[in-house]
């Protein structure tokens, strides 16, 4: 990524093993554009589907933009398009098919201009999994701190 996330699915990280990253376009209205740029933008519920060989990301909410003249016409959470390459799409099928995987959105973040989203393919992670990262997370945290104080 060239450029300061706008939208981190943090959840995400929690959630699964992110096992292959892809980046990918996306298809938004000059609103939506404006509204991510004001960071009116949420990846905590979406995930990526495919049909008829084209990507969707689907449940990713952005925000209305405050300064749009028909709110009432705007869908937060309509399902975007996905630019990827055939190859690409391909690739993500053959691993999508395999029981358990499945590809969320990890950022959104703008390259050269572009609206841009990094897609990850995941496998779901189980409760004691979930626990093991967070005791890990703990434990690194508080090794930073104690290397933190004793060089004081």
Known sequence: MSSPSIAVNRRAQYEYFISEKFEAGIVLTGTEVKSVREHKVNLQD???TLLRG???VVGMHIG????AQNIAAIDPIRTRKLLLHKSEIGKLAGLISRKGL?????SLYFKKGVAKVQIGVAKGKQQHDKRQALKKKMYDREIRQALKHKSR
């Open 46 to 48: 979406a995930y990526v």
């Open 54 to 56: 084209e990507a969707f």
């Open 64 to 67: 209305v933009y405050s300064h």
């Open 102 to 106: 499945t590809c969320v959105p990890l």
